[in-house]
């Protein structure tokens, strides 16, 4: 059956043509042995498509570190078609740095960054490319529904852009996604002057500024393999991602002192006036409370700061992003 699956992918050819605008998909991979070949199907066909329209195309997936057999379906797929060509890292570095590697070495006039799992349409590539022709610099594509994605991930989503608008000075499109279209010279700003090593790439995009247009999309129900993002991980790359845009959860201690500062003071004068008047202000319990209180919020702000010094040694450290093993095509 594997043999089969590559021998499908190098049946699966795209027709190179003399066009004016060339785009590049850049297609992040990680264990999708079960769904890569039918993605790869889908795509072809959708390319074909736009060849005739006068685009031309190249594929760049980039492997971070599947420990399938998702690198040699890859590798049968370059193998068919020099339009398409696979990155592979040494290790896993995250689907960020999946998408940086693709955008660096991407030569189109556009650059078109989409997942594996077909929750990113292919179809919906003839309207991006249509609002890149008409002189859109980003096209970022919003979700209007998933399939399958459950009220949780939907709710923890609305929560996050709207904390995330709240907090930061940026004006993000809610419920975008990592499926999103940049000219080359968004891409070239990415590439040369946000190098940070803690990033949130769809952010960045959405805040250089240029024309943007937005789609919405309907996200299908996962075709096949399980998606690699806990809820445990979406809760981080939440934080990540607050803290990139925002320093405002530092100004939680200034907060929090003076809302205490301020209650103290009101139970400190509460206390001398029941005193004059005979009645003893007895505070055991309010004293217990507070005091439990405080330290919670304390070891809060405190564990706040100690993200943003973990960040900080991220980016003093200044390593790679990711480290190249090889490159098909």
């Known amino acids: 059956m594997f043999a089969d699956s590559i021998d499908i992918c190098k049946r699966i050819t795209i027709i190179d043509m003399d066009i004016q605008k060339k785009i590049s998909v850049v297609v992040s991979v990680y264990n999708e042995e079960d769904v890569v070949v039918s993605f790869w199907s889908e795509l072809s066909r959708v ?18 570190g599947s420990s399938d057999k998702t690198p040699d379906l890859l590798n049968g797929i370059a193998s068919g078609t020099q339009a398409a060509k696979v990155i592979h890292f040494s290790r896993n570095f995250g689907h960020e740095a999946a998408m940086l590697a693709g955008i660096e070495h991407a030569a189109g006039d556009a650059v078109i960054c989409m997942d594996s799992d077909l929750q990113h349409p292919p179809s919906e590539i003839p309207l991006m490319t249509e609002r890149f022709t008409e002189g859109s610099e980003i096209v970022t594509m919003t979700r209007d529904h998933r399939s399958g994605g459950g009220w949780m991930r939907k709710l923890g989503s609305t929560v996050f852009y709207r904390a995330i608008n709240l907090l930061s000075k940026g004006d993000f499109e809610p419920m975008a996604s990592d499926f999103f279209l940049i000219s080359k010279r968004v891409a070239g700003l990415i590439v040369n002057n946000y190098r940070e090593k803690t990033r949130f790439l769809r952010g960045l995009v959405q805040s250089v500024g240029f024309k943007k247009s937005s789609l919405t999309y309907i996200a299908p129900r996962r075709e096949a393999g399980k998606s690699k993002y806990s809820f ?3 809760f981080l790359l939440s934080l990540s991602a607050i ?9 939680l201690g200034l907060g929090l002192g003076v809302l205490f500062g301020g209650f103290s003071m009101a139970v400190g004068i509460y206390s001398i006036i029941m005193k004059f008047a005979g009645q003893p202000f007895s505070g055991y319990t ?21 993200e943003y010094i973990g960040y900080i040694f991220t980016e003093v450290k200044n390593r790679p992003v990711y480290i190249i093993d090889r490159i098909v095509n």
Do not use: Y
Not at 243 to 251: K, Q, V
Not at 286 to 306: H, N
């Open 286 to 306: 309010t004293i217990v409370l507070l005091m439990s209180f405080g330290f919670a919020m304390l070891f809060i702000v405190i564990g706040i700061i100690g």
């Open 232 to 234: 445990f991980r979406l």
């Open 243 to 251: 803290a990139t845009f925002s320093h405002m959860p530092l100004r």
């Open 47 to 64: 390319i074909k498509q736009q060849n005739k329209l006068g685009f031309g195309f190249e594929v760049i997936f980039v492997n971070d």
